[in-house]
T-cell receptor, first 115, second 109 residues
Framework: NAGVMQNPRHLVRRRGQEARLRCSPMKGHSHVYWYRQLPEEGLKFMVYLQKENIIDESGMPKERFSAEFPKEGPSILRIQQVVRGDSAAYFC?????????????FGQGTRLTVV | TQLLEQSPQFLSIQEGENLTVYCNSS?????LQWYRQEPGEGPVLLVT?????EVKKLKRLTFQFGDARKDSSLHITAAQPGDTGLYLC?????????FGTGTRLKVLA
């Protein structure tokens, strides 16, 4: 049973370009979470999605960032017009259900560098 | 706003020593997880504690959930260089996991 798969592992973008980060959850998991981690810091929640629905996006910046989890295919975190401050590691986690006592499993992350 | 604070932030010890890492909050969590993260990798789940006062052991690691489910501790006995990494606690909220600030552990041979 494959784990959470994220790609690409490393992504370099110039300022103003778009970044697309992909996350394929574990088999049977329909809940996806995106987190951002700056160097030497903990993980900051960005967004929580179920299939085709955004449940909680309280951690997403209001502009330039969007996320989706379509019925078919991976979850996508999209950053438009990237700036240097977007450089970070972005982690995706999946779980089989939401609510009490649910464990989330993380992917290896996408390290975004904006030059 | 739910916050989890970990202490110490950094810890450097010699191989064979014991250590305890703390995770504290003013909020109650239905469950709490501990993760270890190595450089360049994602967090790896170590344990989930659910019941107030619960103690779980994973080889040399002992995890405890506070009676009020607001805090937790991780105790490592006879630390080894392979224990080096970033230790993160995470509390389960309604829709998301709230992560602690992390404890960066370095075990010297």
């Amino acid at each position: 049973n494959a784990g959470v798969m994220q790609n690409p592992r490393h992504l370099v973008r110039r300022r103003g370009q778009e970044a697309r980060l992909r996350c394929s959850p574990m088999k049977g998991h329909s809940h996806v979470y995106w987190y951002r981690q700056l160097p030497e810091e903990g993980l900051k929640f960005m967004v929580y999605l179920q299939k085709e629905n955004i449940i909680d996006e309280s951690g997403m910046p209001k502009e330039r960032f969007s996320a989706e989890f379509p019925k078919e295919g991976p979850s996508i975190l999209r950053i438009q017009q990237v700036v240097r401050g977007d450089s970070a590691a972005y982690f995706c986690a999946s779980s089989p259900r939401a609510g009490l006592n649910t464990e989330a499993f993380f992917g290896q992350g996408t390290r975004l560098t904006v030059v | 706003t739910q916050l989890l604070e970990q202490s110490p932030q950094f810890l450097s010890i010699q191989e064979g020593e014991n250590l305890t890492v703390y995770c504290n909050s003013s909020s109650v969590f239905s469950s709490l997880q501990w993760y270890r993260q190595e450089p360049g990798e994602g967090p790896v789940l170590l344990v989930t504690v659910v019941t107030g006062g619960e103690v779980k052991k994973l080889k040399r690691l002992t995890f405890q959930f506070g009676d009020a489910r607001k805090d937790s501790s991780l105790h490592i006995t006879a630390a080894q260089p392979g224990d080096t990494g970033l230790y993160l606690c995470a509390g389960a909220g309604t829709y998301k996991y709230i992560f602690g600030t992390g404890t960066r552990l370095k075990v010297l041979a």
